[in-house]
Structure formats: C-alpha cells, structure tokens
C-alpha cells in the first residue's frame, strides 16, 4: 500500500512538470510568433555610392550622384528615395549640361515622373541663373517647377526673394510672389549718350499686383 502510494506521489509529480513544461512552451511560443511587417516599408533595392546616368528611350536626361539610392516599387506609387542627399545634372538632346540641382533629399515618383526635393535645394542652369529654398517639385511630364517655400533666385542682372515660385523646367519663364530685394546690378551707362540695343527675343519682366496672391514678378520670354 505504501508503495503505491508514492508511486501514485511520483505519477502526479510527473504529470504537474509535464503540464508546467508544455504551458511554458506554449507561453514561448505564443512570444516568438514572426513579426508582421508593413510591406509597403521594404525596399526593394538599395545601392550606396551610386555616379549613374539615367535614359529614357536611349536619350540621357541626367546624372544621379548619391551616397544611398533606394528604390521601392511595392508604395504606391513607386518611388526612388535618397534620404541622404543628391546631385542631379541635366542634359538637352545634344548631351550638354544645362543645370545642376543639388539638395539634402530627394523623392522620385517614376510612374508620375515628379521630383521632390527637400533641405537644402539648390539649382544653378546654365544661362548662370541661381536658385535656393527648402523644397522643390519638378513634374517632368508637365515641364514645370514650382516651390511652395521661402526662394531666393539670382540672375547675372538681378537678384529676389519671394514667398512662392513657379517655373518652366529651364527657368526661363518665371514667377515669384511677393517679391522682396529686388536689386538690379547691371544698368545702361546713360552718359554715353546712347542705350543698348534691345533684341526682340529678350524676356520682359514685369511686376504687377494680383489681389488674390499679392505683389507678382513675372519673366516672360518674347
């Protein structure tokens, strides 16, 4: 009797640490399930230390500088991302630079063919015209550029700052809002008796006052 008795003892004590040991595997279990991940934050490639061109049908647009290019086509849209800054030369159809623009990051919407830059933008084309704010977009099916941000634009003859910009991809024909220190640093010498001839393809620039947006600068080509 007494030896079934601590059988039964050691049978119980068996089935308690058995009981304890699967409820502890479960409980492990239960803790190290796989994580769900948000598909839309992977990436599906990244490169570091990129100097390439990019094309589209065999024509090259510009030059991508960048310490780290990632490019992710599961968001919606699908976009390249430079979160740590970029340098973008552009070329015409005959392959010449016709301007720089550099900022702290960028992103490229591919499908809508749309630049954001954001930081430090910072532009220079090649008719010496220089350009800086803290963010720019460039549609590049539209052919515009515009900047929702405090800009700062400076021409061989002038330079403006204003609280809103808008302009063809070439900055050629711009518009400012609300411009301020407009200064002018080339003026006709009128003691030498005669003005500068004036071509009739030279942009007009005009100011004028708009009652929905304020004081207006345009430069328009003829």
């Keep these: 009797m007494k030896s079934s008795f601590h059988y039964l003892a050691f049978l119980l004590v068996a089935v308690s640490g058995f009981c304890t040991l699967l409820f502890s595997c479960s409980q492990e279990h239960e803790h190290t399930a796989p994580a769900i991940h948000d598909r839309d934050s992977v990436s599906v490639m990244t490169t570091y230390g990129v100097n390439t061109l990019i094309s589209d049908s065999g024509v090259i647009k510009y030059r991508i500088v960048t310490e780290e290019w990632e490019v992710n086509q599961l968001r919606n849209p699908s976009r390249w991302i430079f979160n740590k800054g970029i340098l973008l030369t552009q070329f015409d159809l005959k392959k010449h630079v016709v301007g720089y623009i550099q900022s702290d990051s960028a992103i490229y919407y591919d499908q809508l063919q749309r630049w954001v830059l954001?930081?430090?933008v910072?532009?220079?084309?090649?008719?010496g015209l220089v350009f800086r704010s803290s963010q720019l977009t460039w549609d590049e099916r539209e052919h515009q550029i515009w900047s929702h941000a405090y800009s700062y634009l400076k021409t061989p003859d002038k330079e403006m700052r204003g609280t809103w910009f808008k302009s063809d991809e070439q900055m050629m024909?711009?518009?400012?809002?609300n411009p301020k220190g407009w200064s002018i640093f080339a003026e006709p010498n009128m003691n030498s008796g005669s003005m500068p001839p004036m071509s009739s393809s030279a942009p007009i620039d005009t100011l004028h006052e708009d009652n929905m947006k304020g004081p207006v600068f345009n430069r328009t080509k003829k």
């Design 118 to 120: 954001r930081g430090r």
């Design 173 to 177: 024909d711009y518009e400012i809002r």
């Design 122 to 127: 910072n532009v220079l084309t090649a008719n």
